[in-house]
Structure formats: structure tokens, C-alpha cells
């Protein structure tokens, strides 16, 4: 059999990592891996990669702009070019987008996470809404397969383009976070001042303001000796956190990381009580589940992916309800007996996703494009 050529879009990789980017990163190495003798990968970028990615099968295409607004027209329009001159045959887009000039010839896997500017398009900023509303419709058309990364996104895909369900596959995502997991055994350290664990996005999304609410008003009335820990890359929109951290009277309590290394997110996941994600709306959310790999309990929404991800290995409530985020959040830091069985179901739960599996999943799609 001859050697395929694969193009990959990327970009995603090109900075600090979001979930798409670990996304992108986690599955690519394992298809790299898996395909030394078959395929010919080609990695296109707008700039430079923030990893490597090394072996003869592969090669690395990338600009040097750093606007992440020209990103998406640099895709539409080099990224068909690149692929005329690098005889592609087959173009994966892991970020919602297809360069929709892509020769007819080349087939394309496309993959979604989110409906997130269908579901809550309040909570994009105006220029990633227009990108969602220009470029999504027409790329969902242009695949010949799709891959949800949950069972929530298939759902949402075939309520908004009915003929496309026919391409959709659900290859759901794992959790890994630098290397070998460590899981914490037990719930109640002695010697340490327990904290609540926030990873993601800062992005009105998450739902910050209503989870800091809670928070503030269990450390007011004396129910709560936990800190707070947010770490993550900004993203947009969200008030400012010092300032409403100050305001909830809550500032030696809440510790604002930022974007941290992966070696110190699993120091902070391995030493938490429990995570709180209690997002609006998500695709999937890659920290309930990396926060389970660990045996953490996590604190999420009743709504989108997140039921399905946790399982029984969290509490979930109803996102707009600060009065049921505060109650959860309660039991989870001063019920002992509770944690101690959310950790059981934890290391449980996690055990249904992984890496391998999704590449496998992937690679037979991508088998499954060559052959049609």
C-alpha cells in the first residue's frame, strides 16, 4: 500500500494549551505514532508549534503571524495552497473549520467539541461567534465524516443539521496530564490546608461569577475553611477576578494562578478536595475528567456533556443556581463519607476513557474516508 499524505491543521498547538489543544496534541502523537510506515503527516500552522513533533513521517508547514484574527483567513486561503503542493489526500481539522477551497479531490475529517455559539452565543466574544457562524455550516457539509468528541455534541449536530447525521461518529476524549497519574488514596490530608481546585478557560462560560458567589458566602457563614484555586489561560469577557474577588471579600482566600506548566496542574489536581467546573454549556470538559484520573471528586453542571463525563462520580446542579452550587459545594468539603465515595467512582469512571482508544477510534475513520 502506498504511503498516505495527511495534512492536520494545527494551530490549536501554536499556543499556551487550551482543550483543543490538548486535544489536538494527545491524539496526533498517538496517530504519528501508530502510522510511521503508512502515512506521510503534513502540519499546517499559522506560526510556530509550542511542541515537537519529530520522525521522518512528519513535517511541519507554519507562517511566522502571530494575529490569531488572521489565523482562520491564513487557513482559508495557504492552507488549500499547501495542500495542492503537498498532494494531500486526506485534511483533518481537530477545531470546527474546514479550509472550505480544499480540492474536491482531498477527503476531510472534521472534528466538533461544541455548539457553543448555538447554545450560548452570549458567551463568545463577536469575532469567534462570526467564525462559528460563517465557517461551521459550511464545513459540516464539506466533511465526509465527523467526530464529536461526546455523545451532548452528536445530539446538538443532528438537532442543527439533521443530514448530517449520517457522518457522525462520537470518539470521546481521555484525560492525561504529564505523564503517569498519581491518584490520591485519601480524601482527608493531614497537615494541609484543603482547597477547592477551578481549571479552565477564564471565559464567562465557566461561570465564575456564580461559583465565587457560592464560595464567598460558605466562607462568610463559617461553613467553609477551604482556599480557592483558579488556574487557567484568559480568555475573555469575565469581570475582572481581582476586583470581584475583592468585592465578595474573599482575597486571602482565592488564589489566581493563571496558565500553569503541566507538572504543576497535577500537583494542584493530586492535592485537591474536589474540582469545581460548573460551566453553562460544555462539548466535553477535559478537567472533570482529568480531575477523576486523579481520584477527585468534581462539582459540574446538570446540563450538556458534563453529566456523562462524570457519572456518578460527582454532584451535579443546576448552573444558574447559586443557591444549589453553594449547597453542593458544602457537602463536598465538610461530608467525609460523601468524598470518600465520589473517590471510589472517581478512579472508576475515569477508567472508560483513554488516549489509545480514541486514536484507535480516530485512525479507523480516517481508514474509513480513504475508502469511500
Not at 57 to 71: G, M, Q
Not at 258 to 275: K, S
Not at 329 to 353: G, P, T, W, Y
Request: net charge positive.
Amino acid at each position: 500500500m502506498s504511503t498516505r499524505r495527511i495534512a492536520v491543521d494545527v494551530r490549536p498547538l501554536s499556543a499556551p494549551t487550551t482543550g483543543i489543544g490538548r486535544y489536538t496534541h494527545e491524539l496526533l502523537v498517538r496517530l504519528i505514532d501508530q502510522t510511521k510506515d503508512s502515512v506521510q503527516w503534513y502540519l499546517y500552522s499559522h506560526r510556530a508549534l509550542k511542541v515537537d513533533f519529530c520522525g521522518p513521517n512528519v513535517l511541519v508547514r507554519h507562517l511566522n503571524i502571530e494575529s490569531a484574527l488572521l489565523s482562520s483567513i491564513i487557513a482559508q486561503a495557504i492552507f488549500p495552497i499547501w495542500s495542492i503542493r503537498d498532494r494531500i489526500q486526506l485534511f483533518w481539522s481537530p477545531r470546527h473549520h474546514l479550509p472550505l477551497l480544499l480540492p474536491k479531490t482531498v477527503k476531510t475529517l472534521l472534528t466538533v467539541h461544541d455548539l457553543v455559539w448555538k447554545k450560548c452565543p452570549e458567551t463568545m466574544t463577536k469575532w469567534g461567534y462570526f467564525l462559528e457562524y460563517f465557517l461551521m455550516p459550511p464545513s459540516l457539509k464539506k466533511a465526509d465524516k465527523i467526530i464529536c468528541s461526546s455523545n451532548a455534541t452528536c445530539r446538538d449536530i443532528k438537532e442543527f443539521k439533521p443530514l448530517c447525521a449520517r457522518k457522525l461518529s462520537v470518539v470521546t476524549l481521555a484525560g492525561n496530564v504529564a505523564g503517569s497519574l498519581t491518584v490520591k488514596k485519601d480524601p482527608e490530608r493531614v497537615g494541609q490546608q484543603p482547597y477547592i481546585l477551578f481549571v479552565g478557560t477564564l471565559e464567562p462560560r465557566k461561570n465564575l461569577v456564580r461559583t465565587l458567589t457560592a464560595y464567598a458566602s460558605l466562607v462568610k457563614s463559617g461553613c467553609l475553611e477551604h482556599r480557592f484555586i483558579i488556574c487557567g489561560v484568559d480568555g475573555w469577557g469575565t469581570r475582572n477576578l481581582g476586583d470581584l474577588i475583592n468585592e465578595l471579600g474573599i482575597p486571602s482566600k482565592v488564589d489566581v494562578m493563571g496558565h500553569v506548566a503541566d507538572y504543576q496542574l497535577q500537583e494542584l489536581y493530586v492535592g485537591a478536595d474536589f474540582l469545581v467546573l460548573v460551566s453553562l454549556y460544555e462539548g466535553f470538559g477535559l478537567p472533570l475528567l482529568e480531575a477523576l484520573q486523579y481520584g477527585i471528586p468534581v462539582l459540574t453542571s446538570n446540563v450538556s456533556s458534563m453529566p456523562e463525563v462524570v457519572g456518578n462520580a460527582g454532584l451535579l446542579v443546576d448552573p444558574l443556581s447559586v443557591q444549589q452550587i453553594e449547597s453542593a459545594m458544602n457537602k463536598l468539603a465538610n461530608d467525609h463519607e460523601l468524598r470518600r465515595q465520589l473517590v471510589s467512582n472517581a478512579v472508576l469512571q475515569s477508567k472508560k476513557f483513554s488516549w489509545e482508544q480514541a486514536a484507535s477510534e480516530a485512525l479507523e475513520l480516517i481508514d474509513g474516508c480513504f475508502q469511500e
